[in-house]
């Protein structure tokens, strides 16, 4: 790289900031006043040859932030977008704009500002960019006109390339714009998520809802400076010299051992490649590479012990110029040949079927590829039954006659012969599990015994439990689902198996989701104190745990972004949440809810989220009548954490645990679980199930018409109360339908009752023998 102009801009510069320091004028008359750098003396060559995908923010029935006079900002981000593409088509860029005119990418039938973003994305992914550049101007919620800065956010995922990028065009858009306050941050907007060019950024050069912003971002000739600007930091960043990195070898995507990874390494703009920058990245683990500038090539052998299975691989290099590139990433299949198969125990099934499953291993030990097709033979009769592996295991399913017999298993590399043991004859209970309402079999079903023996089923949810001839009493469990209780006396019949037909919990709507919960505070941060000590952090995470139970109960998967008290940054949360896949985030703050909102609690969206309001609307609903009873109000926020995670997310404020009679109310267990459970339905109903509506039943037991009190009541393995003088015991999460209800007394006795829950009795009697 030729340094001496960018050396002579940066003298230029400091001069013109020198000077500027006595002259400037007071006010608003610096704020796009002129461009301060002189564009003629840069070598725009550099940007030749190079793809830049350049994405003006909004339009159309998106118009983004709206000035006090009305600027829409889809307006004054597509003007900046057109002068900046004419700079780099000048300059003899590949530059292409993912709108030219007023309008959005929302596909037909789509109001989701999440669709026409990732339509924007995919359109740019398909030019394999080097550098994605978004295009928008701020406002803050709720809006405070004096407030004015510039922001770049970078991909959060790649602090090299794109945070160059990030850097150059804060420094450039700092000098020209005549705006005192810049930063730098680690974004995870859709748009830099999901691209795949080498650098991603997206700009927010200033803020339109700052008065004299807008009225300086009407001028055509103030959209060009800011482009120009801009364009300067695309001028910089190529300047660094960003080298090209280029697959070479392996040729294939799969391969039958470790082998070397090559690419070739191309430098630009007269850096040359600094040879300990070299790396390859294989999975999520960086290795160190050899470059050689003889042949401009990088290489690394794979781990000899690396595991079977599929990795992706890029390579990463830096020019001494200061330009770090990433190379496209790509596919890899280690599968090395079976040598090894081994048999593992039988598992007999109802109707006398048999699962034979063996173990198939490679010559280091290790579990075979998944996908790896194996054959099974029986020897008896010449049955002949084909599949894959699954984590290193392949199993096949046949009579308990053939089950009994030599079976030969065939697969790339080996073949063995292998005969089964253990298959001796033993009486069973055949139970199925099902689905109450599509009458699926649900797999992972278990069958708890009183002699607290448990039995798993298959996939299919068959369950062979083995039976004494004694009538039994047989609980069958599965996450999701209602627990049910089978009499053996009661239930035998003319069909050899015993139907289990489980309800799913709140109609199933919570199955196979992901959640993330993020309790706010950890560490030095308190979250908020009250005046007897109690942190606002404990409490978030109190709650968060509660809820996480109660979520993994209806099948589930929650994940939490801090576990204890560790401190975490909100970008840290943010990617955590993101790394999860979640469908849904939730933020947990037990504090008091921004000055902008009215009252002492509140539920927040983001402002564009339609399924964000109808969220907020439910826990909003579902919250109001927790103790001590004051309205939970609705409010809009674009903080990082509604901003920048990648599913539908809101943030709950309970109110301020500076006030004491909060603070004693937050201190108390019960009303955790209690706040838990609320937002649980809440949950539950924002996907579709109408009954989850937080509902007040009570459940009273008596002893020969004497209540009991203190007596456990547990319904579902879900929720327990502790029964009063009365001998009541209430409850939020029963909803209407067959319920599973343990009962245990302070003297020992225990009973387990399946009993009716109808939405038109709130109270259910129960009465111990």
């Known amino acids: 790289m030729n340094r001496s102009p960018r050396l002579m801009i940066l003298l230029a510069s400091a001069a013109l900031i020198l000077a500027g320091c006595a002259a400037r004028k007071p006010g608003f008359d610096d704020l796009y006043a002129r461009l301060k750098e002189k564009p003629g003396t840069l070598e725009t060559g550099v940007l030749a040859g190079r793809t830049i995908v350049i994405d003006p923010g909004h339009g159309g029935s998106l118009h983004g932030a709206l000035g006090a006079d009305s600027l829409r900002e889809a307006d004054a981000n597509l003007g900046v977008a057109l002068y900046l593409w004419g700079l780099c088509k000048d300059a003899g860029a590949n530059a292409h704009l993912t709108r030219t005119t007023d309008r959005d990418l929302l596909p037909a039938g789509s109001k989701e500002p999440g669709d026409d973003l990732r339509t924007r994305i995919a359109m740019a992914n398909g030019l394999d960019a080097d550098v994605f550049v978004s295009i928008h101007h701020n406002a803050n919620l709720p809006v405070k006109r004096d407030v004015n800065k510039i922001e770049v956010y970078y991909r959060a995922s790649d602090p090299g390339a794109s945070l160059e990028l990030a850097e150059e065009i804060q420094v450039h858009l700092a000098r020209n714009l005549g705006i005192d306050t810049s930063e730098i941050k680690p974004g995870s907007y859709l748009v830099l998520r999901l691209s795949t060019a080498r650098a991603a950024i997206l700009g927010e050069a200033s803020y339109l809802s700052h008065p004299a912003v807008e009225e300086r971002l009407r001028l055509s000739e103030k959209q060009k400076l800011e482009a120009e600007a801009y364009f300067l930091g695309l001028v910089d960043y190529f300047s660094r010299g960003i080298p090209e990195i280029t697959r070479i070898s392996p040729a294939r995507d799969t391969l039958s051992g470790p082998a ?60 001494t110029g200061g330009g770090t590139a990433r190379s496209r990433p790509y596919t890899i299949l280690l599968a090395r040949p079976a040598q090894f198969i081994l048999p593992l125990a039988p598992r007999e099934k109802p109707q006398s079927i048999v699962a034979l ?123 999701g689902y209602r627990p049910f209780l089978i009499d053996t006396a009661n239930a035998r019949g003319a069909s050899p198996v015993i139907r289990a037909a489980l309800e799913p919990i709140f109609g199933g709507v919570l199955r196979e989701k992901r959640i993330a919960l993020d309790p706010a505070g950890g560490g030095t941060d308190a979250g908020g104190r009250g005046t007897m000590g109690l942190r606002g952090a404990t409490v978030n995470l109190a709650v ?125 267990e019960p009303w955790l679980r209690l706040e838990a459970e609320k937002i649980f339905a809440a949950v539950a109903g924002s996907f579709g199930y109408e009954a989850a509506v937080p509902f007040r039943r009570t459940i009273k037991v008596v002893s020969r018409g004497v209540p009991v009190a203190g007596a456990m009541v547990d319904v579902d393995r879900i929720c327990a109360r502790t029964t009063d003088a009365d001998g009541a015991a209430a409850f939020e999460l029963v909803d209407p339908g067959m319920h599973l209800v343990t009962v245990r007394t302070v003297d020992g006795r225990s009973a387990l009752f399946m009993r009716m829950v109808s939405p038109h009795e709130p109270e259910l009697l129960i009465e111990l023998p």
């Open 357 to 479: 499953s063996v173990a198939i291993l490679d010559a280091l030990g290790m579990h075979v590829a998944d996908g790896t097709p194996v054959t099974a033979i029986s020897l008896k009769d010449g049955t002949s039954l084909s599949g894959v592996c699954t984590n290193g295991t392949f199993a096949v399913e046949v009579t308990r006659e053939l089950a009994r017999e030599a079976f030969m298993f065939r697969t790339a590399g080996a073949v063995d012969t292998v005969r089964f043991a253990g298959l001796e004859e033993r009486p069973r209970i055949a139970v199925l599990a099902c689905d109450a309402r599509t009458g699926n079999g649900i797999g992972g079903a278990v069958v708890l015994r009183r002699s607290l023996e448990s039995v798993a089923g298959d996939a299919q949810g068959r369950i062979l439990v083995p039976s004494s001839g004694a009538v039994e009493t047989l609980l069958v469990s599965a996450d």
């Open 260 to 319: 070397e990874i090559s690419f070739s390494v191309r430098s630009s703009g007269g850096s040359p490649i600094d040879p300990a920058s070299a790396r390859i990245e294989v999975g999520a683990r960086g290795i160190a590479a050899l470059f050689d500038p003889v042949t401009s090539t990088m290489r690394a052998l794979l781990d000899p012990g690396l595991p079977n299975g599929t990795y992706s691989i890029a390579g990463c290099a830096r020019s």
């Open 544 to 668: 968060a745990r509660h809820l996480r139970n109660l979520l993994e109960r209806a099948g589930a998967t929650v994940i939490l972004t801090r576990e204890g008290d560790e401190p975490i940054s909100a970008q840290e949360r943010v990617y955590a949440v993101n790394r999860s896949g979640a469908d849904l985030a939730l933020g947990i703050r037990h504090a008091s809810p921004p000055q902008s909102i009215e009252g002492s609690r509140c539920v927040l969206h983001y402002p564009s989220s339609e399924r964000g309001r109808s969220i907020a609307d439910a826990l909003a609903f579902a919250l109001g009548s927790l103790p001590p009873g004051d309205p939970c109000a609705i409010g809009e926020s674009a903080g990082i954490f509604l901003q920048q995670t990648a599913c539908t997310a809101c943030e709950i404020y309970c109110g301020p645990i500076e006030d004491e009679l909060r603070e004693t109310f937050m201190s108390d």
